[in-house]
């Protein structure tokens, strides 16, 4: 299962572990500028989620990855594989959530959460606000199934924002663009079609919630939500614009991680 979802080890063998989780149509890249700054007091996690980066796809089965589930399964399967025991999980976006199933799955496997840009559920209703009404997430849906290519060089920038930066859009884009088409529709139902709600007054876990100041994937509103809901959570809304810090602004990332833990 190390080979499966591509497992890299750095930092101090003998330390704490901390794992980093990357997002949607993405992969352990994304860390690359986070990362190695707790390599001198951490034994650093990174992993590719089955069907993104150099994971081996022919381990993608579309029932298993058909809901969050089978992600979470795959987190824990590798933190037993390793030993894994109050470790720290650092996850972007759709594998915040990830993580939060992961540590009730299995219990004492982290000790503590970072959560950034998490959104239990991206979709309008119920009084509650995702950020997206039904019909936006059927048409984003509809959009990516018709014209793969064509929404990842459209959507990429606008997840990421800081359109002042327009090489952080690229490069969202080109990941976006090198995961395999069917396996990126069926991880985009997955994620935008999932609703984690009910599940997060499970946590006691610590967990600092990284919310950044304008994000059009998980507005102010849903970091709010979160922490309301996660007794035990810490609020942090960061300077960075875009969905994408660990990219954009990594050495604010970086200090408040630091500062959590």
């Not at 993104?52 to 089965?61: E, F, I, N, T, V």
């Not at 809901?67 to 594998?95: M, N, P, T």
């Not at 009730?104 to 959560?115: E, K, N, S, Y």
Request: proline share 5%; glycine share 10%; net charge negative.
């Amino acid at each position: 299962m190390l080979e499966r979802n591509h497992v890299v080890l750095q930092g101090k063998k003998d330390a704490p572990a901390i794992v980093f989780s990357h997002g949607y149509g993405c992969d352990q890249n994304m860390w690359r500028l986070v990362a190695p700054a707790f390599e001198d007091q951490y034994r650093t996690v990174l992993f590719d989620h089955v069907g993104a980066g150099r994971s081996d796809l022919r381990a993608y089965l579309k029932a298993k990855y058909g809901s969050l589930e089978g992600y979470a399964g795959d987190l824990v399967e590798i933190g037993r594989e390793l030993g894994l025991k109050d470790a720290v999980f650092v996850g972007h976006s759709v594998s915040a959530m990830i993580g939060i199933m992961a540590s009730i799955q299995a219990p004492g496997m982290f000790r503590a959460l970072v959560l950034v840009g998490p959104s239990p559920c991206y979709i309008d209703e119920d009084g509650y606000t995702g950020g997206f009404t039904r019909d936006q997430i059927g048409e984003l849906l509809e959009s990516l199934e018709s014209n793969h290519m064509g929404w990842s060089m459209e959507m990429a920038p606008v997840i990421m924002g800081n359109p002042e930066r327009p090489e952080l859009g690229d490069e969202l884009a080109q990941s976006f663009c090198r995961t395999d088409p069917e396996i990126a529709k069926q991880f985009a139902r997955a994620t935008f079609l999932s609703d984690t709600r009910e599940i997060l007054g499970e946590v006691d876990l610590p967990a600092l919630i990284l919310q950044c100041s304008d994000d059009v994937i998980a507005p102010l509103c849903v970091g709010d939500y979160v922490h309301a809901r996660l007794p035990n959570s810490t609020l942090v809304v960061m300077k960075a614009t875009g969905h994408c810090p660990n990219l954009s602004a990594p050495e604010e990332t970086i200090a408040a991680i630091r500062s959590f833990l």
